[in-house]
């Protein structure tokens, strides 16, 4: 069918419904409606009142009308940011930092809405405070922050207020006044490691913090702050220090031990560290903190006497049928328990590790036969002889030496067996994990580096925001875990990324809407008890010199009563 024109002799045009078909292998023309003169129609604007009425009931042309006076601009970043607003709001968090924000009544700058900005944008896009100054805060749906971008010195501004409050930060999150569940169960454990943090920087000179030191990130080029962070049993910071970057592992578990005790007034607890913290001294400032203790051991540091104990498989016990994992408990002189473990997989680890670098040294030794190619190789010279002149050549006994260690591993507590097993024991210090995890995360997902700040207050104030980013994560993933979620956090985030706040501008109105929500991000709100924003989430009437007055239809959940600290 078609819409058609036709003139009579007199030159007054109809307007006429036709319809088109074949007879006989010919094509015809059949008149359906004649609408009547085609001037008269235009005149009275009956024309006009057919097309409306037929357009009601075309679907294509309903959408094309509309989009007229429809405008979407651009979709802004609703998920990650709900989701951490509201974990921090559950937490406490902003409560804390309005009470924060209230010691200082003639500070002229959304401090509060800076700081939960700063910590959202890890979610969603880790940038310098320059890029979401510029770029990633108008990008977030506004009903989250509730202020425009402030000016990029208000940023700096906000990081050295928040540096004023670290301590009242670090007392509110990780020990809550003594009231953390963590310290009110029988036995209470935290774990304890170090990483490093590098800048893109080799200046050394300013400030106590940034120094070149041993990089675990293997970045010597650059200067670094050590960090030794504190978590417990899921993973959820307790405490933190910053160290500087040329700063000794054995020498930070003193510092750690004493913030334990006297900042964050934690007394029962068992320190569980890895074996490159402990050292004598180390040893006694636990035993006489009367804290608890579970510390990996150097073994082949130890006498020949001792060792001898050590390699006498004999007096193991088996752990499985096979005899495959073998555990030993002795006794040493200062009363604490040595956990001694042997396990067929960790022997074959140990040799296969042991086989790699002796074939690189025998390649070495078939280009040079002087020594100067393995002074520099630490990992070499236990399995060489003849480094200090003359030709080098394995060392067959050292290697024979080496052969019988494998395998071998020890664990230092002084907790008494009534409260850990021998096998218990053990198995706490493997769940050191927990710690790299968290590192994993600091320095993965979160980006904590590299970092670009140059004062030590900045610097602080960086890691402190890091971490306050990574203490809402742990808490999440926690309560994901213990919901038995199918997905990990990592999977819940990276779903959130796309739930987009859209504005939709229809005629001098703005409407805010959601887009879909549904599998990981659902069901991750669901075992979160978070409420899903609804669809519509909030209308704006524009008056036209584009001023905005608001009439909320349903703006994103406050919730009833957020947790104190």
């Given at each position: 069918m078609y819409v058609r024109v036709v003139g009579n002799e007199q030159g007054r045009r109809y307007l006429q419904i036709v319809r088109s078909y074949r007879d006989a292998g010919k094509v015809k023309c059949e008149v359906l409606f004649t609408f009547g003169r085609l001037d008269v129609l235009q005149a009275t604007g009956q024309l006009d009142s057919i097309v409306e009425a037929l357009a009601r009931h075309c679907t294509r042309q309903k959408f094309i009308d509309l989009s007229k006076d429809v405008s979407v601009d651009q979709v802004y970043h609703l998920g990650a940011a709900y989701v951490v607003s509201r974990m921090m709001d559950k937490l406490g968090l902003k409560r804390l930092l309005e009470r924060l924000a209230a010691k200082h009544p003639t500070m002229e700058l959304p401090w509060v809405a800076i700081i939960t900005g700063m910590i959202l944008s890890r979610f969603i896009e880790p940038c310098s405070k320059r890029r979401l100054n510029q770029d990633q805060w108008e990008r977030i749906y506004p009903g989250i922050l509730e202020t425009p971008a402030p000016p990029l010195k208000s940023f700096y501004r906000a990081m050295d207020t928040l540096w004023e409050h670290k301590d009242d930060i670090e007392m509110a999150l990780f020990d809550k006044s003594g009231q953390r569940d963590l310290f009110n169960q029988d036995l209470d454990l935290v774990f304890y490691d170090l990483t490093t943090l590098y800048f893109e920087s080799a200046n050394a000179q300013d400030g106590d913090l940034r120094?070149?030191?041993?990089?675990?990130?293997?970045?010597?080029?650059?200067?670094?702050?050590?960090?030794?962070?504190?978590?417990?049993?899921?993973?959820?910071?307790?405490?933190?220090?910053?160290?500087?970057?040329?700063?000794?592992?054995?020498?930070?578990?003193?510092?750690?031990?004493?913030?334990?005790?006297?900042?964050?007034?934690?007394?029962?607890?068992?320190?569980?560290?890895?074996?490159?913290?402990?050292?004598?001294?180390?040893?006694?400032?636990?035993?006489?903190?009367?804290?608890?203790?579970?510390?990996?051991?150097?073994?082949?540091?130890?006498?020949?006497?001792?060792?001898?104990?050590?390699?006498?498989?004999?007096?193991?016990?088996?752990?499985?049928?096979?005899?495959?994992?073998?555990?030993?408990?002795?006794?040493?002189?200062?009363?604490?328990?040595?956990?001694?473990?042997?396990?067929?997989?960790?022997?074959?680890?140990?040799?296969?590790?042991?086989?790699?670098?002796?074939?690189?040294?025998?390649?070495?030794?078939?280009?040079?036969?002087?020594?100067?190619?393995?002074?520099?190789?630490?990992?070499?010279?236990?399995?060489?002889?003849?480094?200090?002149?003359?030709?080098?050549?394995?060392?067959?006994?050292?290697?024979?030496?080496?052969?019988?260690?494998?395998?071998?591993?020890?664990?230092?507590?002084?907790?008494?067996?009534?409260?850990?097993?021998?096998?218990?024991?053990?198995?706490?210090?493997?769940?050191?994990?927990?710690?790299?995890?968290?590192?994993?995360?600091?320095?993965?997902?979160?980006?904590?580096?590299?970092?670009?700040?140059?004062?030590?207050?900045?610097?602080?104030?960086?890691?402190?925001?890091?971490?306050?980013?990574?203490?809402?994560?742990?808490?999440?993933?926690?309560?994901?875990?213990?919901?038995?979620?199918?997905?990990?956090?990592?999977?819940?985030?990276?779903?959130?990324?796309?739930?987009?706040?859209?504005?939709?501008?229809?005629?001098?109105?703005?409407?805010?809407?959601?887009?879909?929500?549904?599998?990981?991000?659902?069901?991750?709100?669901?075992?979160?008890?978070?409420?899903?924003?609804?669809?519509?989430?909030?209308?704006?009437?524009?008056?036209?010199d584009e001023s905005v007055v608001t009439r909320i239809l349903g703006d994103i959940p406050k919730p009833a009563e957020a947790q104190s600290f």
């Open positions: 120094r070149f030191g041993y990089s675990k990130e293997h970045r010597s080029d650059c200067t670094q702050v050590v960090l030794g962070l504190l978590v417990d049993k899921d993973g959820v910071p307790v405490g933190y220090q910053l160290f500087p970057g040329n700063t000794g592992e054995a020498t930070t578990l003193a510092p750690i031990v004493v913030k334990l005790k006297t900042k964050y007034h934690i007394q029962n607890v068992v320190m569980v560290a890895d074996r490159g913290l402990i050292s004598e001294k180390n040893v006694e400032e636990l035993r006489q903190s009367g804290m608890g203790y579970i510390l990996g051991k150097r073994l082949w540091t130890m006498s020949e006497a001792e060792q001898a104990v050590v390699l006498d498989k004999s007096k193991y016990r088996a752990l499985d049928d096979k005899g495959e994992v073998l555990i030993r408990e002795v006794l040493t002189p200062e009363g604490d328990r040595l956990i001694l473990t042997w396990s067929k997989t960790r022997a074959e680890r140990d040799a296969k590790l042991r086989n790699a670098v002796l074939d690189r040294i025998r390649t070495q030794i078939k280009k040079t036969t002087t020594a100067k190619r393995f002074v520099t190789h630490k990992g070499y010279r236990q399995y060489l002889k003849g480094l200090d002149g003359g030709s080098p050549k394995l060392d067959l006994q050292a290697i024979a030496q080496s052969e019988k260690r494998d395998g071998f591993f020890g664990v230092l507590t002084g907790v008494s067996p009534e409260l850990l097993k021998a096998e218990e024991v053990f198995d706490r210090y493997r769940d050191l994990w927990r710690v790299e995890d968290a590192f994993g995360e600091i320095k993965g997902p979160l980006e904590t580096r590299p970092m670009f700040h140059w004062v030590d207050r900045r610097i602080q104030s960086h890691v402190l925001l890091c971490l306050l980013a990574y203490y809402v994560e742990a808490v999440i993933t926690r309560d994901l875990r213990k919901a038995k979620a199918s997905f990990t956090t990592g999977e819940f985030f990276r779903a959130l990324n796309h739930v987009y706040a859209i504005p939709v501008d229809v005629r001098g109105s703005r409407a805010w809407v959601r887009s879909e929500v549904r599998g990981i991000p659902q069901d991750g709100c669901t075992l979160l008890h978070l409420k899903i924003p609804e669809r519509v989430l909030k209308i704006e009437k524009r008056d036209s």
